[in-house]
């Protein structure tokens, strides 16, 4: 004999999936603008993997990671401008018509692909350039300290909640900034730099007691 609840669980698991269905066909024209995206396309797929894998599902597409999550529409509009002529025009148009994360801004002319970005609100990319599967999360600064002076993040690196980098710096691969930290010095490859001012950790395995 089967319950109430029971019964009730594949309805409201229909539900979610015409809903989803629904509003993936509401986002599908942001597509349009994909295959002219020739300058682009590597680190949009790269994107979709690095997605796929942060939010633990294998099964994530272009279009569904568009639809649920407006951070990552912000980046992949990001992509679509630097991808070509017509492929800007597709990310322009699409940025008025289906916003992103609006307080979520990309003021950086090089990011590598596979960028994730938890959460992303009130955060402000503008380094110089940010490498390879880097993971940026939300009331992020990351920009100058004074005209013409902003980082350079290495491959993947990594900046939590609330940190600051600021000026002419560069962040190793494998850093970490921990949240909160404000770091205004350079960040040796697998360090991890935590407080206001920043310190820094060395890797685990080079820690003493």
Partial sequence: MTTPEAEAAPAHTKAR???SALLQLWFAPMLLGLPF???SKIRIAADVRRWATATNNSHATTLSLIASYPEFRTLYCYRLRRGGLAA???GAISKVLYPGERTLHLACSDIGGGLFIQHGFATVVAARKVGENCWINQQVTIGFDRPGARPILGDNVSVHAGAKVLG??????GARVGANAVVLEDVPPGYTAVGIPARLLP???QRTL
């Fill in 17 to 19: 999936r015409v809903a």
């Fill in 37 to 39: 995206a020739h300058q």
């Fill in 88 to 90: 800007a025009v597709v």
């Fill in 168 to 173: 002419d710096i560069t962040i190793g691969n």
């Fill in 203 to 205: 890797p685990k395995s």
